[in-house]
Antibody, heavy 115, light 111 residues
Framework: EVRLVESGGGLVQSGGSLRLSCAAS????????MSWVRQAPGKGLEWVSG????????NYADSVRGRFTISRDNSRNTLYLQMNSLRAEDTAAYYC????????WGQGTLVTVSS | QSVLTQPPSVSGAPGQRVTISCTGS?????????VHWYQQLPGTAPKLLIY???NRPSGVPDRFSGSKSGTSASLAITGLQAEDEADYYC???????????FGTGTRVAVL
């Protein structure tokens, strides 16, 4: 069974940092591009960042470019999102997603940025 | 910002058929990128309903179907049931943004 489990969310002050992790299982992790997607309270879905299977190519939404860094450790089947200079508008549920072929999403981890 | 446009809400009586449109452009749906559809119940993660424009994952009822034409896609729900009340989102890839894009979301109400 393909499974994605996020962790690392929590409450942080404005300007602070957090690192999210996503543990993958049930598929050949290194063969697939991965993404982070977020959803602010009461709002729609927003793609945040993506990374290729090898980790050699990354992309970011304009709203987080320069503040967030996506990375992966294929030896640990784990995806990461380092979030720096956090703002109140970054408050959201963050989902890890396998985006190639048949999409698979995790259950999400909540990030709350207090001002 | 949402690049794909959906109607804010649709509604229907139990047993009826409703459709949700997802309008994009030549850099996403019109460029041939796949469209996926998700159902989201309150307080839960989005659930994949349709992938690759018209394919249903195992376990999704055949009441749900997807199609794509030109720069738009559609999700149809036939035999509407009370449990179908939820938010629905479309997703595709956008070459000009080099990233994934989502629809604005549609709330389905069963009257």
């Amino acid at each position: 069974e393909v499974r994605l489990v996020e962790s690392g969310g929590g409450l942080v002050q404005s300007g602070g940092s957090l690192r999210l992790s996503c543990a993958a299982s049930g598929f050949t992790f290194s063969s697939y591009a991965m993404s982070w997607v977020r959803q602010a309270p009461g709002k729609g879905l927003e793609w945040v960042s993506g990374i290729s299977g090898s980790g050699g190519s990354t992309n970011y939404a304009d709203s987080v470019r320069g503040r967030f860094t996506i990375s992966r450790d294929n030896s640990r089947n784990t995806l990461y999102l380092q979030m720096n200079s956090l703002r109140a508008e970054d408050t959201a549920a963050y989902y890890c997603a396998k985006t190639q072929l048949i999409p698979v999403w995790g259950q999400g981890t909540l990030v709350t940025v207090s001002s | 910002q949402s690049v794909l446009t959906q109607p804010p809400s649709v509604s229907g009586a139990p047993g009826q058929r409703v459709t949700i449109s997802c309008t994009g452009s030549s850099s996403n749906i019109g460029a041939g990128y796949d469209v996926h559809w998700y159902q989201q119940l309150p307080g839960t993660a989005p659930k994949l309903l349709i992938y690759g424009n018209s394919n249903r994952p195992s376990g999704v009822p055949d009441r749900f179907s997807g199609s794509k034409s030109g720069t738009s896609a559609s999700l149809a729900i036939t035999g509407l049931q009370a449990e179908d009340e939820a938010d629905y989102y479309c997703q595709s890839y956008d070459s000009s943004l080099s990233g994934y894009v989502f629809g604005t979301g549609t709330r389905v109400a069963v009257l």
